[in-house]
């Protein structure tokens, strides 16, 4: 079953803009992975964030997590073409921490 | 460093065969994880194995089984297979150590389609 939601399910926007995309999990976390998909292809590690981390940053690629809320965020700045994709975001929860659970991702349009 | 390899990448099957999958991990990584990618279900995690030892199970058929091999390199097999098995499958490949940072890193997956 799917740990969380994300939302939104799409998101179709202009080069150079920023995109964000949520998450949200229903159990406590170790830590939680970003990935990216192109057109049914396999997954690209983006970046984890670990449950004692409040923000990560890589590259044009911000991360937030909020236990409290069991939220956690991706942001995306000057977007480009090349990042049209699906975006999924990933839990390990503890005592089972190579076991990711995924939410249902994030369509991605960056138009050019 | 190489990354995470499978095969076959694509894969058309008849209804009642079986199949198997081969995942080689990074090297160095001694876990292999493998999900189930539909459109219908999403991502759903299969099993993982650490050390030739399956330490996790999802939520699957006995159908679906796995193995390790003493380098690391990992197969799936499903047997009796269904309409409903056609999906993307992929493997993850991980250190394995520690429990706080354990970044998984995906292959290209093999798509299978069962007719």
């Known amino acids: 079953s799917q740990q969380g939601e994300e939302d939104p399910q799409a998101l179709s926007i202009q080069e150079g803009e920023n995109a964000t995309m949520n998450c949200s999990y229903k159990?406590?976390?170790?830590?939680l992975q970003w990935y990216r998909q192109n057109s049914g292809r396999g997954l690209v590690h983006l970046i984890l964030?670990?449950?004692?981390?409040r923000e990560k940053h890589s590259g044009r690629l911000r991360v937030t997590l909020d236990t409290s809320k069991k939220s956690s965020s991706l942001l995306i700045t000057a977007s480009r073409a090349a990042d049209t994709a699906s975006y999924f975001c990933?839990?390990?929860?503890?005592?089972?921490?190579?076991?990711?659970?995924f939410g249902s991702g994030t369509q991605l349009t960056v138009l050019p | 460093k190489a990354g995470v390899t499978q095969t076959p990448r694509y894969l058309i099957k008849t209804r009642g065969q079986q199949v198997t999958l081969s995942c080689s991990p990074i090297?160095?990584?001694?876990?292999v994880s493998w999900y189930q990618q539909t459109p219908g279900q999403g991502l759903q995690f299969l099993f993982e194995?650490?050390?030739?030892?399956?330490?996790n199970k999802g939520n699957f058929p006995g159908r679906f089984s796995g193995r390790q091999f003493s380098n690391s390199r990992s197969e799936m097999n499903v047997s009796t297979l269904e309409l409903g098995d056609s999906a993307l499958y992929l493997c993850?490949?991980?250190?394995?150590?520690?429990?706080?940072?354990?970044?998984?890193?995906f292959g290209q997956g093999t798509r299978l389609t069962v007719v």
């Open positions: 159990t406590s976390i170790n830590n």
């Open positions: 194995y650490f050390s030739e030892t399956q330490r």
């Open positions: 993850a490949s991980s250190s394995g150590t520690g429990f706080m940072n354990t970044e998984a890193f």
């Open positions: 090297s160095g990584h001694r876990s």
């Open positions: 964030i670990r449950s004692n981390e």
């Open positions: 990933a839990t390990a929860r503890p005592g089972s921490a190579r076991q990711l659970t």
